[in-house]
Nanobody, 118 residues
Framework: QLQLVESGGGLVQPGGSLRLSCAASGFSLDYYTIGWFRQAPGKEREGVSCIGGSDGSTSYANSVQGRFTISRDNAKNTVYLQMNNLQPEDTAVYYC???????????WGQGSQVTVSA
C-alpha cells in the first residue's frame, strides 16, 4: 500500500527554520514527482515546491524562492523541505504528495502543522 507520512512541523519564531520530511512506503520515491503543498486557515491549498522523479529538477513558488529547499534521499525513500527564514505567512498545514500514473497528484500524506509566531 502506497503511503506518505510527513513529519518535522512545529512552532517556530519568525526568522527560524524547520525541516519537513516526507517518508514513503509501498513505492520508491525516486520514480515519482513529489510536491509540497500548504493550506492556511481560510485559504486554498497552494503548491510550494516540487522535485522531479526522473531528473531531480526542482521548482518553487515565488513566495518561498530563496528560503525553502526541496531535496530527496533515495536511500531513505524520503523527500525533505528545508524551510529557512520562516515568516508568519508561512503558517499552514504542509502536505507532501506524489504523482500517479496520470501525472496528477494522487497520493497525499496526512499533513504537518507549521506555525510561525513570536
Amino acid at each position: 500500500q502506497l503511503q506518505l507520512v510527513e513529519s518535522g512541523g512545529g512552532l517556530v519564531q519568525p526568522g527560524g527554520s524547520l525541516r519537513l520530511s516526507c517518508a514513503a512506503s509501498g513505492f520508491s520515491l525516486d520514480y515519482y514527482t513529489i510536491g509540497w503543498f500548504r493550506q492556511a486557515p481560510g485559504k486554498e491549498r497552494e503548491g510550494v515546491s516540487c522535485i522531479g522523479g526522473s531528473d531531480g529538477s526542482t521548482s518553487y513558488a515565488n513566495s518561498v524562492q530563496g528560503r525553502f529547499t526541496i531535496s530527496r534521499d533515495n536511500a531513505k525513500n524520503t523527500v525533505y523541505l528545508q524551510m529557512n527564514n520562516l515568516q508568519p505567512e508561512d503558517t499552514a498545514v504542509y502536505y507532501c504528495s506524489a504523482t500517479g500514473p496520470s501525472g496528477s497528484y494522487d497520493y497525499w500524506g496526512q499533513g504537518s502543522q507549521v506555525t510561525v509566531s513570536a
